[in-house]
């Protein structure tokens, strides 16, 4: 099987012409940036093998070794990271329920369209559901669950980076916060290793106050005293020197 499509792949190369390389190189960059089913070109439903061949086949077209596009690299690499998304599982998961809530929200629309369409209802209910079955397969349909899926990822899209601007603002907030908290502690500490380094200077200015600061010896002038036996009458007593 892999040497059958080995050589169906050669064959397909030899016959393809520049002119078709850079028409993919074109419809790659020209994709929804969100939804990698169309980078690859591929449907909703593909299978993780559709996924490796479809990577395969797209990726030697558009190779920039076999390409002359200015940007075949840029479209090889866009290729790469479609295929790693949907080789993944989470990411694909994540993928396919903005799909099926795609096609709940299509489906919810058309079903307010048929109760105005009497002939389109009944023929839905006679068919027993085969009538919005061949719907949903049709270019129409697929079209618009194209477009509503662009719709839904985009909304996911804005809301999370809105949450991770939220996010930024407030390790921001807290970064500055504590940046703030160990300025306060550095000062806090400068002050008191220049406390603690003026202390020896501190206690020598005691001691010599102490010893100048000593009461009056006799003979001494004393300053002003101010007399408070008198409630209503306070006086200043004169120096008085004492012999």
Same mark, same amino acid.
């Given at each position: 099987?892999?040497?059958?499509?080995?050589?169906?792949?050669?064959?397909?190369?030899?016959?393809?012409?520049?002119?078709?390389?850079?028409?993919?190189?074109?419809?790659?960059?020209?994709?929804?940036?969100?939804?990698p089913?169309?980078?690859?070109?591929?449907?909703?439903? &593909?299978?993780?093998?559709?996924?490796?061949?479809?990577?395969?086949?797209?990726?030697?077209?558009?190779?920039?070794?076999?390409?002359?596009?200015?940007?075949?690299k =840029?479209?090889?690499?866009?290729?790469?990271?479609?295929?790693? @998304?949907?080789?993944? &599982?989470?990411?694909?998961?994540?993928?396919?329920?903005?799909?099926?809530?795609?096609k709940?929200?299509?489906?919810?629309?058309?079903?307010?369209?048929?109760?105005?369409?009497?002939? &389109?209802?009944?023929?839905?209910?006679?068919?027993?559901?085969?009538?919005e079955?061949?719907?949903e +397969?049709?270019?129409?349909?697929? +079209? +618009?669950?194209?477009?509503?899926?662009?719709?839904? @990822?985009?909304?996911?899209?804005?809301?999370?980076?809105?949450?991770?601007?939220r996010?930024?603002?407030? =390790?921001?907030?807290?970064?500055?916060?504590?940046?703030?908290?160990?300025?306060?502690?550095?000062?806090?500490?400068?002050?008191?290793? +220049?406390?603690e380094?003026?202390?020896?200077q501190?206690?020598?200015?005691?001691?010599?106050f102490?010893?100048?600061?000593k009461?009056?010896?006799?003979?001494?002038?004393?300053?002003?005293?101010?007399?408070?036996?008198?409630?209503n009458?306070s006086?200043?007593?004169?120096?008085?020197?004492?012999?």
């Amino acid at each position: 099987m892999a040497e059958t499509d080995d050589l169906l792949l050669k064959s397909f190369f030899a016959e393809v012409g520049e002119v078709e390389r850079d028409n993919e190189v074109a419809r790659i960059l020209s994709c929804f940036k969100l939804n990698p089913f169309e980078f690859l070109n591929l449907d909703f439903g &593909s299978s993780l093998d559709e996924v490796k061949r479809q990577y395969r086949k797209l990726s030697l077209l558009v190779h920039p070794d076999k390409c002359k596009h200015p940007q075949a690299k =840029e479209a090889f690499g866009a290729l790469a990271k479609a295929q790693q @998304l949907l080789l993944d &599982s989470q990411e694909r998961d994540y993928l396919l329920s903005q799909v099926n809530n795609a096609k709940e929200e299509l489906r919810a629309k058309r079903k307010k369209q048929l109760k105005k369409d009497n002939a &389109s209802k009944i023929k839905s209910l006679v068919d027993e559901g085969k009538y919005e079955q061949q719907y949903e +397969q049709s270019e129409e349909f697929q +079209q +618009q669950l194209k477009l509503k899926v662009r719709e839904l @990822l985009t909304d996911q899209e804005w809301r999370r980076r809105k949450m991770q601007m939220r996010i930024s603002e407030e =390790e921001g907030r807290l970064k500055k916060d504590e940046e703030e908290t160990k300025e306060m502690w550095k000062r806090k500490r400068e002050h008191e290793e +220049q406390w603690e380094g003026t202390r020896e200077q501190r206690v020598s200015s005691w001691r010599d106050f102490m010893k100048t600061g000593k009461k009056a010896k006799k003979g001494e002038i004393r300053p002003p005293k101010l007399k408070t036996e008198d409630p209503n009458k306070s006086y200043v007593q004169r120096p008085v020197k004492r012999g």
